[in-house]
């Protein structure tokens, strides 16, 4: 059985969380407080991207860095390298030790977002993020993941191509 990991979030009583939870009952304090983020696993590092904060105002404010777990470590370390822009209530989907960060919602526009941001960690140190493909419509609130089946067998997708990437859109 794979352990469930939840991290960050907000409590009934608005109060941001930043702690990252398993099944196991000792809890461990991620880097930073964070809310409507993203998480992925690539080789045993779990990396955890976008959403939210607040400031001293209690203002919403965007979390742009990236913090990396080490399972087999048990330690946190904050990425030198960060999101080109805020994204939350994205999607993420993880494909050949890339990981994808999928619309979402701006908070400084209060809009739904059609950016793909990539994450490539597919060679440690030369870790680098960068633009992928436009979604062909703005949205939050979905899911993604990438399908095994070649995209030809889904006759209603719309392909997104651009070098290096083929994302599909039902």
């Not at 045993?44 to 399972?71: A, E, F, M, P």
């Not at 993420?92 to 059609?114: F, K, Q």
């Not at 870790?127 to 993941?145: D, H, R």
């Amino acid at each position: 059985v794979l352990p469930r990991w939840q991290c960050g979030g907000v409590t009934n009583t608005a109060q941001y969380q930043n702690r990252l939870m398993v099944y196991d009952p000792e809890q461990v304090t991620e880097e930073q407080r964070r809310v409507y983020h993203v998480m992925a696993v690539v080789r045993r590092q779990l990396y955890v991207l976008g959403g939210n904060d607040l400031d001293y105002n209690n203002d919403r404010i965007l979390v742009r860095h990236i913090d990396s777990y080490d399972i087999d470590m048990d330690q946190w370390t904050r990425c030198t390298f960060s999101l080109l822009t805020g994204q939350n209530e994205s999607a993420v989907a993880v494909h050949d030790d890339r990981i994808y960060v999928v619309g979402g919602y701006s908070i400084w526009t209060n809009e739904p977002l059609a950016c793909i941001q990539v994450l490539d960690v597919s060679t440690e140190g030369k870790e680098e993020v960068f633009y992928g493909p436009t979604l062909p419509f703005a949205s939050n609130g979905i899911a993604t993941c990438f399908l095994p089946a070649p995209y030809f067998t889904c006759p209603n997708l719309q392909t997104l191509q651009v070098p290096n990437h083929r994302i599909g859109a039902v």
